[in-house]
């Protein structure tokens, strides 16, 4: 997935980001829910004062939700979309909260934004690889791995993410999976698209969700997922949470 050209089904900095969350709620079993979910397993795994990295900060949902609930926890997002970092930034503010960019991908574009360091929510405009700093106490990758395909690309976000880990440091993986031929998947696409009509998505809103998701989303089964959270150096990996098409994952960098 590119996070840029609107030709992509999935343009984070055209129509569909500035819609996400609205999509992400009619789609999404618990979207809400998924992020207190969150904040529940890590605050049980982490110390005091910890540096958790947001990874996909999106709208910044996640970033609001645990600063929110947890003003000592140290927060660092990171998304290569200047939209959703925009969107995530102004979302920050408006929850009463400093937040500071720095450039990433596109260095020199937030120029003038705000120095990130020492903000209390730090938002970096790049990958996984433009975060500079390492061993943090915790990272969430939510919906964020199914855009992207299985030739390495998924190994390399986990792979960057497990990197910038202090040995132990939990980590959540939020996304949708399936092994597409396998005997319950078509039975459970048919039960998601119709939870997308009971929560009033019409019918040409669901064909176009419809082809986006056959265009862009690159399935991983169940098996394939802990495979690569292995491959990646974490460890212990389970299942959380299941909701449809939807899994959660627990694991932690192996030490
Ligand atoms: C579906 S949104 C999820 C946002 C938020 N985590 C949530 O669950 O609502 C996916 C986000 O991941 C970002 N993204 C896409 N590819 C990425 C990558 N390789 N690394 C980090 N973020 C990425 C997109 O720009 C987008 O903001």
């Not at 290569?80 to 408006?94: F, K, L, N, T």
């Not at 986990?158 to 999976?177: M, Q, S, T, V, Y």
């Not at 698209?193 to 998505?201: A, D, K, Q």
């Not at 399935?219 to 939807?246: K, Q, T, V």
Request: aromatic share 10%.
């Amino acid at each position: 997935m590119s996070t840029r050209g609107s030709a992509e089904p999935f343009d984070f900095d055209g129509d569909y980001g500035g819609d996400y969350e609205y999509i992400a709620r009619t789609v999404i079993p618990g979207y809400l829910s998924t992020f207190r979910q969150a904040l529940a397993l890590l605050r049980g795994r982490v110390g005091p004062g910890p540096r958790v990295l947001v990874v996909g900060a999106g709208t910044g949902i996640e970033l609001v939700t645990f600063k929110t609930a947890e003003p000592a926890w140290r927060l660092t997002g990171v998304d290569p979309s200047r939209q959703m970092i925009e969107i995530a930034r102004h979302r920050i503010r408006e929850a009463g909260m400093e937040a500071g960019v720095e450039p990433g991908v596109e260095a020199g574009v937030e120029a003038g934004v705000g120095a990130g360091v020492g903000a209390a929510v730090r938002l970096v405009h790049g990958h996984v690889s433009d975060v500079e700093e390492e061993g943090f106490d915790a990272a969430t990758c939510f919906n964020v791995m199914h855009f992207l395909p299985d030739d390495g690309a998924k190994q390399s976000l986990l792979r960057d993410i497990a990197r910038r880990l202090a040995p132990g440091a939990p980590f959540l993986l939020f996304e949708l999976h399936g092994d597409r031929s396998g005997p319950r998947f078509d039975e459970l696409f048919s039960a998601w698209s119709r939870y997308w009509e009971i929560h009033g998505m019409g019918e040409a809103a669901r064909a176009a969700f419809r082809a986006k998701i056959d265009e862009g989303i690159h399935w991983a089964s169940e098996a394939r997922i802990l495979e690569l959270l292995a491959g990646a150096g974490f460890e212990d990996a389970w299942r959380y949470y299941r909701a449809l098409l939807y899994g959660g994952w627990i694991s932690r960098r192996a030490r």
